[in-house]
Nanobody, 123 residues
Framework: QVQLVESGGGLVQAGASLRLSCAAS????????MGWFRQAPGKEREFVAA????????YYADSVKGRFTISRDNGKNMVYLQMNSLTSEDTAVYYC????????????????WGQGTQVTVSS
């Protein structure tokens, strides 16, 4: 199985940028499609972005399209989420997740999860 550790969260002002990282260990990252999800207080976990195992196909929630970019470096076993033009609506704990087969928009299909990293955007 694969272990995932997120980093890069923090407190920023509206309009700022952050890059989240997800480090994988235990198995080669190229074995997995990857996704980013987020969960705000009192809300359900929601899909943010996903990427195929080779990085060719990417998918985004409408709320982040044009502002966020998901990428991966299989050689470094890393997945990234570049977040630009942040707003208070982006405040949440962000999780990366791995799927054995395909990029998914439904959290329940993912097989492995990290512990999350907090992103707080002040307005």
């Amino acid at each position: 199985q694969v272990q995932l550790v997120e980093s890069g969260g923090g407190l920023v002002q509206a309009g700022a940028s952050l890059r989240l990282s997800c480090a994988a260990s235990g198995r080669p990252l190229k074995s997995y499609a990857m996704g980013w999800f987020r969960q705000a207080p009192g809300k359900e976990r929601e899909f943010v972005a996903a990427i195929s195992w080779n990085g060719v196909n990417t998918y985004y929630a409408d709320s982040v399209k044009g502002r966020f970019t998901i990428s991966r470096d299989n050689g470094k076993n890393m997945v990234y989420l570049q977040m630009n033009s942040l707003t208070s609506e982006d405040t949440a704990v962000y999780y990366c997740a791995a799927d054995n087969q395909y990029p998914q928009v439904v959290a329940g299909f993912y097989d492995y999860w990290g512990q999350g990293t907090q992103v707080t955007v002040s307005s």
